[in-house]
């Protein structure tokens, strides 16, 4: 883990969604209460400063890690795209994720690329703290 880019669990997502208000804002984002695409321009690159990644690329021995995980965590049938789906930092796609807090709303969000056949998507989603849950990734 390194100062500037440290890898968060949920733990550090909870704190952080606490001390962040996830709240209505008017900046370029929008609410992003599920995963929401950005087109070009809307991502507000001088507002937006890294907090961290759920990125882990090493084990607790340091050893490098396989590929994250594609499992998604939906316990009580939400979907993907759901408001009310659980952020589970070690399930798809919050492992793909950065960790931002925006200086003109002070919200903190997540953000991933989503790679398809043809595209390259970038996608965010606002963090609030009754949505983090620290679920532990089942072995395949």
């Not at 807090?101 to 989603?125: K, N, P």
């Amino acid at each position: 883990m390194t100062f500037e880019n440290p890898v968060l669990n949920a733990q550090d997502l909870r704190a952080l969604a606490e001390r962040h208000p996830c709240k209505n804002c008017q900046c370029l984002l929008g609410p992003c209460a599920g995963w929401e695409s950005l087109g070009a321009g809307r991502w507000p690159e001088g507002d937006m400063h890294k907090l961290g990644t759920l990125r882990a690329t090493l084990d607790a021995d340091g050893a490098p890690l396989a590929e994250p995980s594609f499992a998604e965590f939906h316990p009580d049938g939400t979907r993907y795209e759901s408001p009310d789906a659980p952020i589970a930092p070690l399930f798809f796609p919050y492992n793909r994720c950065d960790v931002f807090a925006c200086s003109q709303c002070d919200r903190v969000v997540l953000q991933y690329t989503e790679f398809g056949g043809y595209y390259v998507d970038q996608r965010v989603r606002v963090l609030c703290p009754e949505r983090v849950v620290d679920a532990p990734l089942q072995d395949a």
